[in-house]
């Protein structure tokens, strides 16, 4: 049980964070590409993340509330060393609550005011997330390696969040939008490729620890069929933005559902790559987990609490699948 246990808190946290990456990647994918649309075009998006939004961002509360109730140790440190990017990426997401309900309650001639600020937390969010997961995988150990591989997931992870929000508007809208939504999607899936790739480069060099369980066998070859699933993703999404009419007909989806792959993969490679450490090269998971009267005490709440935000969140999209339709107030 004693064993057990943090291995248990660590695959919620793991699960949460991860469904956090691909539900509210895509709506901060389309916050990003509010600029790049007309006016009536910007309701549209929106519309076609209104229901869903707010509630994307559950999961990054379950999963940093995990990372307190389970390790709070670890949950200090790394909250100590990322308080700017913390504070900062809430901001963001504040801004991005605030900006969504007044783009439409401040009139008409307030709105491209609020777009902007939407965009603007957007972005803010999106980078401070790269940032926090470039530290992370550096072991928090900072110095002028590290800050560049922080400023290059600073930028990858944008770009994936900017492909799957365009995935996304190619299954929520039609017309000229989704062929706006095709144009958008070619040209950042190019940065998103190029980052996953100098990544994967990097990040072995960046963490010895990470070098040292990717090229030793067994693990090279545990670990092979992953990059070979990555690319094959990468294939599917490139030769469906080369022939737009398989978009046209319905198959934005599968450009959607490859994205997401993409980010299932990464995230188990990354798993494998670190576990048992909850801070790289410094925590494990059973020097930083709480008592096991602790552990088992909350366990109960989160067995509680899991299935319900699950079958919300399965019950929210069932209703309002389909395509988006125009924003009314009436």
């Known amino acids: 049980m004693e064993y057990w246990l943090p291995v248990v808190y660590m695959m919620i946290m793991g699960f949460a964070l991860l469904v956090y990456v691909i539900l509210d990647g895509y709506d901060l994918g389309v916050g990003m590409l509010l600029p790049l649309a007309e006016a009536d075009e910007k309701d549209m998006m929106v519309a076609s993340i209104g229901p869903f939004w707010d509630a994307n961002e559950t999961w990054i509360v379950l999963g940093v509330g995990v990372l307190l109730i389970a390790f709070p140790l670890a949950h200090g440190i790394i909250l100590s060393q990322l308080y700017i990017p913390v504070t900062l990426m809430l901001m963001g997401l504040i801004l991005r609550g ?17 777009n902007s600020a939407f965009f603007a937390g957007s972005v803010l969010a999106s980078v401070c997330q790269g940032w926090m997961l470039g530290a992370w995988v550096t072991g928090l150990q900072g110095g002028t390696v590290g800050l560049l591989f922080s400023a290059l997931i600073a930028v990858a992870l944008p770009a994936l969040y900017l492909l799957l929000g365009c995935g996304w508007l190619l299954m929520k809208t039609e017309g000229a939008l989704l062929e706006k939504a095709i144009r958008w999607a070619r040209f950042v899936v190019w940065p998103m490729a190029a980052g996953l790739l100098l990544v994967s480069i990097a990040t072995p060099l960046v963490s010895s620890a990470i070098a040292e369980r990717w090229f030793s066998l067994p693990n090279m070859l545990l670990l092979a069929p992953i990059p070979l699933a990555t690319a094959i993703c990468l294939v599917l999404v490139f030769y469906l933005l080369a022939h737009p009419r398989l978009l046209r007909e319905g198959l934005g989806w599968a450009l959607f559902a490859a994205t997401v792959l993409i980010c299932l993969l990464a995230t188990l490679g990354l798993a494998y790559s670190v576990f048992p450490d909850v801070i790289i090269g410094r925590l494990d998971i059973w020097e930083s987990a709480a008592s096991v009267d602790s552990l088992l005490f909350t366990l109960v709440g989160i067995v509680i ?23 009314s107030y009436d």
């Open 98 to 114: 605030v900006a969504f309900d007044l783009r439409v309650k401040a009139g008409d001639h307030r709105k491209g005011l609020w």
């Open 305 to 327: 609490t899991l299935p319900v935000i699950l079958f919300y969140t399965v019950y929210v999209y069932r209703v309002f699948h389909g395509r988006a339709t125009a924003l």
